[in-house]
């Protein structure tokens, strides 16, 4: 799958925008890169951990818990 379907599929499956996409992708792959396995079942030796992070976001495999707006008075 092309880098911009991923995105727009991660986007979709997240119901996020994508600067808190850009984030989460951030920290995922800082997991990944300190040791965390990946949650795909493929084999993760051919991808790099942002790629594997934003496939996991794609896939639904990763929670993407992030700002709540504050109410302005």
Avoid: H, P, W
Wanted: without cysteine; positive net charge; charged residues 30%.
């Amino acid at each position: 799958m092309r880098l911009e379907e991923l995105t727009a599929k991660a986007l979709k499956s997240a119901n996020i925008d994508r600067y808190t996409l850009a984030l989460a992708v951030s920290k995922r792959t800082d997991e990944l890169l300190n040791g965390a396995s990946s949650k795909l079942n493929i084999d993760v030796k051919n991808f790099k951990a942002a790629d594997l992070a934003l496939m996991e976001i794609a896939e639904g495999l990763i929670s993407v818990k992030g700002f709540v707006q504050k109410k302005v008075k």
